[in-house]
């Protein structure tokens, strides 16, 4: 009978708060914080005992060749890890190996944002309108100069669209229309003058003229892994037979990458910029810090900023509250006469 009754739902018991009319005088303490209270205090107690233990029972001619070099600093032991700092000659060298290494990240970098955008150009240009892509998305596409900066002021105006337009039958043909970069363009279109057209070189113009022929041979593996790691991967190309939900997934996925590679790019041209004003700070000559890194106040941020759309999201305007600009340092040398 007894087990039937414990295995009966019963009523929780709540404890109750702090009368208002108390609540001056704090929290009304529930039986899990003394809980907690105690255990710690136990916890405690039971260390120092432990403690005291210890030190009752040393020996007092215990004796380690550690203890001739061993020094306190109020009470509390000071030991050395061995870590040496390096002399700024050396630490210049390495912080101009991680400048080198922080360029060709952005060099790789940047060729993927190239990649990225080329593949959305058609994207770009085949949409009627931006009112399937979310405040995020274009943003992206603006930042990435695919789509023009908004210029209207009221609701209701859509974004004007920048680039060349290509017109199709079918959206077979549309996907077949390849979106070479510019620099693709301007050597399949004729749009320099006659005189500045380079005159094709033939194999044989070029024995008459003392040049040797480059024979096509095997690569070393040096050059080779250079031309692997310089490769960028390319884009799969969406399939035309492609549902329409399929095809914003596929755009969606493209802009939420190149958001990322944009990102990336600002972050490491500060931390270039940061690497390359430590150099400069190591180097010799008197200085003068004007100005410390200081956070760029609402009122400014308007003032360069300009006043945006009327059609702003709550979430858009939420997002940019939490960003915080901040103002380089700025520093001040002294000026020495070159002899």
């Known amino acids: 009978m007894s087990s039937m009754r414990n295995a009966a739902p019963r009523r929780n018991h709540k404890e109750r708060g702090q009368l208002l009319n108390r609540s001056k005088l704090g929290l009304l303490e529930k039986h899990k914080d003394y809980v907690l209270r105690a255990r710690d205090y136990h916890a405690k107690q039971t260390k120092l005992n432990r403690l005291r233990v210890k030190a009752a029972e040393r020996n007092k001619d215990e004796f380690y060749f550690g203890m001739v070099r061993g020094r ?18 050396v630490v210049k060298v390495l912080k101009s190996q991680d400048a080198n290494y922080i360029r060709t990240q952005k060099a790789a970098n940047f ?4 990649a990225l955008k080329s593949h959305l150009t058609l994207l770009t240009e085949l949409l009627p309108s931006t009112e399937d892509l979310t405040a995020q998305e274009v943003k992206t596409l603006q930042d990435a100069g ?6 209207s002021k009221g609701k209701g105006k859509k974004l004007a669209r920048s680039g060349h337009v290509v017109f199709a039958e079918t959206d077979e043909e549309a996907y077949q229309i390849p979106s070479a970069p510019l620099e693709e363009r301007m050597e399949e279109e004729d749009i320099f003058p006659d ?7 033939s194999a044989a113009d070029l ?3 003392g040049w040797l022929t480059p024979v096509p041979g095997k690569k070393s593996k040096r050059n080779l892994a250079a031309s692997s790691s310089s490769a960028i991967p390319a884009t799969v190309p969406i399939a035309p037979t492609a ?10 996925t493209l802009l939420t990458e190149l958001s990322a590679r944009l990102l990336r790019d600002t972050q490491l041209r500060y931390t270039l910029s940061e690497l390359e004003l430590q150099k400069v700070l190591m180097g010799k000559g008197g200085r003068q810090k004007l100005r410390e890194a200081e956070e760029v106040k609402d009122d400014e941020k308007e003032d360069g900023a300009g006043k945006g759309d009327g059609d702003g999201d ?3 305007e939420g997002k940019k509250e939490e960003e915080k600009m901040w103002r380089p340092r700025v520093f001040k040398w002294k000026f020495v006469r070159r002899k």
Not at 195 to 201: D, G, I, N
């Open 195 to 201: 005189y500045l057209q380079p005159a094709a070189s």
């Open 146 to 151: 695919l789509l023009a900066p908004s210029t």
């Open 243 to 252: 549902t329409a939900s399929e095809r914003l997934a596929h755009r969606s």
């Open 314 to 316: 709550g979430e858009e």
């Open 111 to 114: 060729r993927r944002i190239e």
């Open 207 to 209: 024995e008459s003229l």
């Open 72 to 89: 306190t600093e109020g009470g509390v032991h000071v030991q050395d890890r061995g870590n040496q700092s390096l002399p700024p000659d």
